[in-house]
């Protein structure tokens, strides 16, 4: 089963794992290709010398961009598998051909390597534990995800995954999600497989303060749940704003009419429950109109293909 595999690697100021990780990684893949997301170092250089293809960001533009250059670059070599791991070291490239495998059987279309199934270590530190509990504990929440371990990195893609997936639009860290969002929702198999990652020992393995990284990945999370289900992530909220301002407007006249006084903040909470209310109200509908015509429009692009 001759499967062409090529190894994504995005990397942002990383030369003193680059080497390592890109040797490495060579002995299990036919192509490397490693995204130098702006580095100030001499990650590129390094890469470069040591066979692997470099695609240079001018400046640090994010690891959701850097994947999607990757992908761009991957697609180029024909590949039938791609492999995604982080360029820091805390991927071990010895266990790509266990991610790799269930793909070659066919039993799945997008493999995550996971700290959190049977067999999965992690030696991370007690706040990033705490952390990734949390970030896990929304994503698999919010959308409705059964996926243990939704921020690991260390990923392989058929080339079919690949091909739904690149209408991720997250720039950062939210990617992750993002990509299991989607996957579930074009109906790809995901299946995880454990493997281990390591934090001890390694430079500084994050390039963001830990409460910036799992913002981003929350923000990103929430962006694609408004998306999905507007009228209930801002339409209830609306109905909501317009009915207390509806009754707050009502006391505001019965105050008025029986002691001539007109309450100049409650008028203004009033005010400004109902334009907030109307406000998401619109958005909520303009939403789930466009989503109408997103998916009838993919109905019939499918149905073409189909012919």
Request: aromatic share 6%.
């Amino acid at each position: 089963m001759g499967c062409r595999v090529v190894a994504c690697i995005p990397a942002y100021n990383e030369e003193h794992t680059i080497a390592r990780v890109v040797l490495k990684t060579m002995t299990y893949v036919d192509k490397v290709i490693v995204c130098d997301d702006g580095s100030t170092d001499m990650t590129g250089e390094i890469a470069e010398k040591l066979g692997a293809i470099v695609v240079r960001h001018e400046r640090n533009m994010g690891k959701g961009v850097a994947i999607r250059s990757l992908f761009l670059k991957a697609k180029e070599f024909n590949p039938d598998i791609v492999v995604v791991l982080d360029a820091d070291g805390q991927h071990n490239p010895d266990e790509i051909p266990k991610l790799v495998e269930p793909l070659k059987r066919g039993v799945a279309d997008l493999v995550i390597g996971s700290r959190y199934v049977e067999g999965g270590k992690a030696d991370a530190p007690l706040y990033r534990r705490l952390g990734l509990g949390v970030v896990n504990f929304f994503s698999r929440r919010l959308v409705k995800s059964t996926v243990n371990d939704t921020q690991s990195g260390f990923r392989a893609f058929t080339i079919k995954a690949l091909a739904e997936l690149e209408s991720a639009e997250s720039e950062g860290f939210g990617i992750e999600s993002e990509q299991i969002a989607l996957a579930l929702k074009k109906g790809l198999r995901i299946v995880e497989v454990p493997v281990t990652i390591r934090y001890k020992g390694l430079p500084k393995t994050s390039k963001k303060r830990s409460f910036l990284h799992g913002g981003e990945i929350l923000a990103t999370i929430l962006r694609l749940v408004v998306e999905e289900r507007p009228l209930l992530c801002l339409g209830v909220p609306g109905a909501i704003l317009m009915l207390t301002a509806i009754a707050l407007g009502a006391y505001l006249l019965l105050l008025f009419n029986t002691t001539r006084y007109f309450s100049i903040p409650m008028a203004m909470i009033t005010l400004g429950a109902s334009l907030t209310g109307i406000t998401l109200m619109i958005a909520a509908l303009t939403l789930y109109g466009l989503n109408r015509v997103i998916r009838r429009v993919e109905k019939q692009s499918m149905k073409r293909v189909q012919k």
